[in-house]
T-cell receptor, first 113, second 115 residues
Framework: AQKVTQAQTEISVVEKEDVTLDCVYE???????LFWYKQPPSGELVFLIR??????QNEISGRYSWNFQKSTSSFNFTITASQVVDSAVYFC??????????FGIGTKLQVIP | SAVISQKPSRDICQRGTSLTIQCQVD?????MFWYRQQPGQSLTLIAT?????????ESGFVIDKFPISRPNLTFSTLTVSNMSPEDSSIYLC????????????FGPGTRLTVL
């Protein structure tokens, strides 16, 4: 069975602070893939990143960076110099075989101006 | 990435009625997925819809309550039948990107409130 744990249900930071959203996953699949999605107050889900299990290289995209560590089954997401527009719910998700994706419960991030 | 639209974007319905949600994709896709997001909760997969075959439902979801149609490779509908307030949720359809192990792209969602 697949499981995604996002232990932080809500985080508040002051604008320009850095913030890290934690994600821990469980799977028996040897090949799997991990995602992060952003859900702003408007409700639609915005895809941020995909990472395959055989690619542990960390990635940076602008103010966003992701740290994938198979040894600890974690796929953490860091926002540098946070902005008010970053306020949203962020979901970590895990995909295994047959395209089934399991989502974490989400972390609500509030960036205070 | 696929562009997905959903109709209606939101609705308020009375208990005991049914609502059909439409999902349109701008490209042909093999599988479409329907999710439910209850207030303050994560996404839960309802079913996977393949064109030309019966939808595959996840544990806890049944066809009588959530009938799905998939008449072609760009369109699907989800009906929420005999609604109760517990069905108040956001319903989202999604499709997978091209290739293997790809991300899913989501429609804008349908916000359903059942009174």
């Amino acid at each position: 069975a697949q499981k995604v744990t996002q232990a932080q249900t809500e985080i508040s930071v002051v604008e320009k602070e850095d913030v890290t959203l934690d994600c821990v996953y469980e799977t028996r699949d040897t090949t799997y893939y991990l995602f992060w999605y952003k859900q702003p107050p408007s409700g639609e889900l915005v895809f941020l990143i995909r990472r395959n299990s055989f690619d542990e290289q960390n990635e940076i995209s602008g103010r966003y960076s992701w740290n994938f560590q198979k040894s600890t089954s974690s796929f953490n997401f860091t926002i540098t110099a946070s902005q008010v527009v970053d306020s949203a719910v962020y979901f970590c998700a895990l995909g295994g075989g047959y395209q089934k994706v399991t989502f974490g419960i989400g972390t609500k991030l509030q960036v205070i101006p | 990435s696929a562009v997905i639209s959903q109709k209606p974007s939101r609705d308020i319905c009375q208990r005991g009625t049914s609502l059909t949600i439409q999902c349109q994709v701008d490209s042909q896709v093999t599988m479409m997925f329907w999710y439910r997001q209850q207030p303050g909760q994560s996404l839960t997969l309802i079913a996977t819809a393949n064109q030309g075959s019966e939808a595959t439902y996840e544990s806890g979801f049944v066809i009588d309550k959530f009938p799905i149609s998939r008449p072609n490779l760009t369109f699907s509908t989800l009906t929420v039948s005999n609604m109760s307030p517990e069905d108040s949720s956001i319903y989202l359809c999604s499709v997978e990107g091209q290739g293997t192990y790809n991300e899913q792209f989501f429609g804008p969602g349908t916000r359903l409130t059942v009174l």
